[in-house]
């Protein structure tokens, strides 16, 4: 059993930056590849950005590319998202996932464990 806990969520302006990290309990972390998603009010969750378990290779959605970084400490369980030059759209609940694979996948039905999600709010 895999559990996350997101922290880093909150309230930014256009342009800002917010980092949100994820921590895995369990001794298995370094062999499962993790995800970011988010869920706007009144729309389907969707892929943000995912790593796979050696932190190589790692896919971001078009909307997010150039803007979010994806990395991974596997010394301390941990997976961030280092988020800059904000946008309104990208407001909502963003939930940390983690799948039973070493490789990342784009669907949310691939990945097994979520977090609880932290809201990011971002005001123009």
């Known amino acids: 059993q895999v559990q996350l806990v997101e922290s880093g969520g909150g309230s930014v302006q256009a342009g800002g930056s917010l980092r949100l990290s994820c921590a895995a309990s369990?001794?298995?972390?370094?062999?499962?590849?993790m995800g970011w998603f988010r869920q706007a009010p009144e729309k389907e969750r969707e892929f943000v950005a995912g790593?796979?378990?050696?932190?190589?290779?790692?896919s971001y959605a078009d909307s997010v590319k150039g803007r979010f970084t994806i990395s991974r400490d596997n010394a301390k369980n941990t997976v961030y998202l280092q988020m800059n030059s904000l946008k309104p759209e990208d407001t909502g609940v963003y939930y940390c996932?983690?799948?039973?694979?070493?490789?990342?996948?784009?669907?949310?039905?691939?990945?097994?464990?979520w977090g609880q999600g932290t809201q990011v709010t971002v005001s123009s």
């Open positions: 369990g001794r298995t972390f370094s062999r499962r590849a």
């Open positions: 790593i796979p378990w050696s932190g190589g290779s790692t």
């Open positions: 996932a983690a799948r039973e694979s070493i490789w990342l996948a784009l669907s949310a039905y691939e990945y097994e464990y």
